[in-house]
């Protein structure tokens, strides 16, 4: 990659005639193609938010959209209505759902069933891994895998890293501390299982919860991410990697 980059711009100062001028331009051409040239089209990740007692268009459509759209990695499409999402799933690469506002649509539910059945990539992120459907049991059974309850009251606890050579753990401490709800999610032995990457634990508490996880579904790539109330997660850099991170793996990118 650094080789073609350096060559294309020697051939470019050659024919301009400017290579002994401008000699200098062949440090930039070396130094810029450490991560700031990007190979292929950003990610197209479709963001669904919205319900009740978390700030989505702030710390969803905002904070994270910002640090998914940095450096082009990824175009982010926001909408606070999950029942829109017809419109914009044939131009969507990952489903990164973070509502508990209900999916009341029957063809948003079938295709959101569909873009899973199709082997594409989900993000079930938060408040939209609670069991919020009574009447759509299949999406915890069959897309999440499971589901939360509850959670502890908002306040500090330990995430640590159960699977750090997974590529979406990559970057991320093996051990970090923040301030967050500590979701419940507890696994449904009738969904197709999951993989726990992270973990987190409570001082003076035995109870252990999944905070990053795979979801085993046999075509999509779907990952669990529990982590995000506020600026004590969405701000920090080790939830930054991770959610950065795991679009890329769902995306198969």
């Given at each position: 990659?650094?080789?073609t ?8 100062l ?106 594409k ?10 069991y919020?459907w ?80 795979i ?12 982590l ?19 679009v ?6």
């Open positions: 990659m650094k080789s980059l350096i060559q294309s711009c020697i051939r470019a050659l024919l301009a005639g400017l290579l002994p001028i401008f000699g200098v331009s062949l440090i930039h051409c070396k130094t810029s193609s450490s991560g700031t040239v990007k190979a292929g089209k950003p990610i197209r990740v479709l963001m669904v938010g919205g319900g009740t007692s978390h700030n989505f268009g702030m710390w969803y459509k905002n904070v994270d959209g910002q640090t998914l759209s940095r450096d082009g990695f990824a175009t982010v499409r926001y909408v606070g209505d999950p029942d829109s999402i017809l419109a914009y799933m044939p131009q969507t690469d990952v489903l990164y759902l973070s509502n508990n506002r209900p999916v009341t649509n029957p063809a948003a539910r079938q295709a959101i069933m569909d873009f899973t059945n199709a082997g990539g989900l993000l079930i992120a938060h408040a939209a891994m609670w919020n009574k009447d759509w049991p299949e999406y915890n059974r069959q897309i999440v895998s499971g589901g939360s309850r509850g959670h502890d009251k908002y306040g500090t606890f330990d995430v640590t890293v159960n699977e750090p050579q997974h590529p979406i753990m990559t970057g991320v401490e093996s051990k970090f501390t923040l301030k967050d709800e500590r979701y419940y999610y507890i696994p449904d032995a009738a969904g197709p299982g999951v993989e726990v990457l992270a973990s987190s634990s409570v001082a003076g508490s035995d109870k252990i919860f999944p905070s990053v996880f979801v085993k579904n046999p075509k999509a790539r779907i990952v669990g991410l529990a995000g109330h506020d600026a004590e997660s969405h701000n920090i850099a080790n939830y930054q990697t991770l959610l950065r991170n795991t890329k793996w769902v995306a198969r990118k």
